[in-house]
């Protein structure tokens, strides 16, 4: 009877482990004790510390809380005392696949949390995506490249101003980029040329843009007569007067 | 014939008999686990086992990836996407991804077996530790290929297909990223032919030998409604839904 129960409970406590993430928050399992059953439980245990059948009761209410690590603390504080005790050694290799499992699902999330951030990392230096830049740096603000690839896209997005913080950002978390210093250079000469003028003032920028090296050219696709965006050509790509989106955006508002 | 010939005869008959009750000897429920990721399970395509059924998928992926990246229009490339997709993460016909998690979980399965090894038992976390690169890279290749799916741009696609393919690559035969010339050197750049390597090698560890357990017993593992694992005698084929 009480090997068949052994076993049921087993089936029951490995169904748990593979098919559920129960695992409570560390946060969770320092309130648990709060709750009446857990706390009954306890109180047993602390009346008879080395009694083997309230201690499976305590680590089975720390199960239902969903503190694996709880219930196998409680099992290994007589595991000296009944080496040989079949039970005890059964409930203690199942705790410690349960704390595996929630070891396990933690790798998983954290596997398709590593994939979001590769693809949004992708998009933001391939496609200049904002949104996926916008995304990446929310998870990895002070990564440099992720940091210059940001700026070039806000570069091509015409947006030099934000770019110039983006890129001294990450020249001072790693000086001595010879590319990024051109770039700063750049994005400092558009900001300079994108700010109003005060009225009746000269143009004292006139031509920045073309003696930082950039060339404006109209877009290639206005030959049906429609007004075209203005395209400036940097050292960070082309330059459009538009926002770009990303691929899951309407056609219309695509690149 | 001799009494003496009588006499061998009759003693290898004997042997016979005892090998043969050796041979036909239940495996131990951790190795019936342990055959459903390696050798066998009714519910797979072919009744592969599950770490087959991934090398298999990974490598239909990576035949996908190929395909669109020689795609000369975006339908094309998109339909060759798909389907490597499908190949990846499917959770009606076990994708890689499906596959070897089921993989992973019959090892645990093994590994609380009241009769497993403490071979099986340390090697089980340290599997699902090692799959996650490539479930990692599989999650990589869904999400670009939703944005392939997405994509209006052949040029756009086309650069997203290169990464779907570095990907599948590596799934399959693992990945090099300092460019050694070794791929799969360290369990970050497993890809399923490392995972399975790695399989066969604890399974090689086995004290008692693992013997490759024959379908019968893969396929008639039961779990009975007070929650034990038995062999079903009348061979009905299985309640393997136990598992799910």
Redesign the interface.
Known sequence: MAT?NL??????L?ST???SREAASPAACQAAPAQPALAAAKLAVDQAPQDLPARFRLADAWNDAGCFKDALRVLQGVQDRYPANQELQ?RL??EK?LI??A??FD??D???G???L??DT??CS??ADLDACKAALLVRPYDPALLVANADALMRAGQPAEALKQYRLASSLAPGQVDVAAKIHEAESLSVAGQPRPEGAPDAHAGTAIAAGAAVAADAASTDGAKAPKTIRTAAGPITAHRRYS??AP?SQ?? | MTARQGLGMGSLAMIAAATAACVTRPPTIAHVHIGHAITGVHVTPGHQGYVEVAMGRARETLADAQRASEATGLAGLKSAVAEALSATDDPENFGVKQSL?MA??HI??A??S?DASANV?HF??AF??DI??V??????I???GK?VA????MN?AR?LVQ?ILASARANVDGADPRGTGIRGAAPADYGVAQLREEVLEMVARERPTYRTVDEWYLFNLV?LP????VFDKLGRGGNIDG??
């Open positions: 068949s076993v049921l409970w087993a089936a029951t490995l482990a593979a098919w059964t290799r199942i696949s595996g499992e070891h396990f790798d998983l954290r596997a398709n590593e994939a979001q590769k693809r992708f998009r391939s496609f691929n899951a056609e695509s690149h | 998690i992973a979980n645990s399965f590994a609380t009241a038992a089980a976390p699902k530790d996650s690169a479930i990692g890279r599989c999650d990589y869904e999400l670009l944005d997405a994509s209006t741009s756009d650069l990464e779990r007070n929650g034990r694992w598992y799910k």
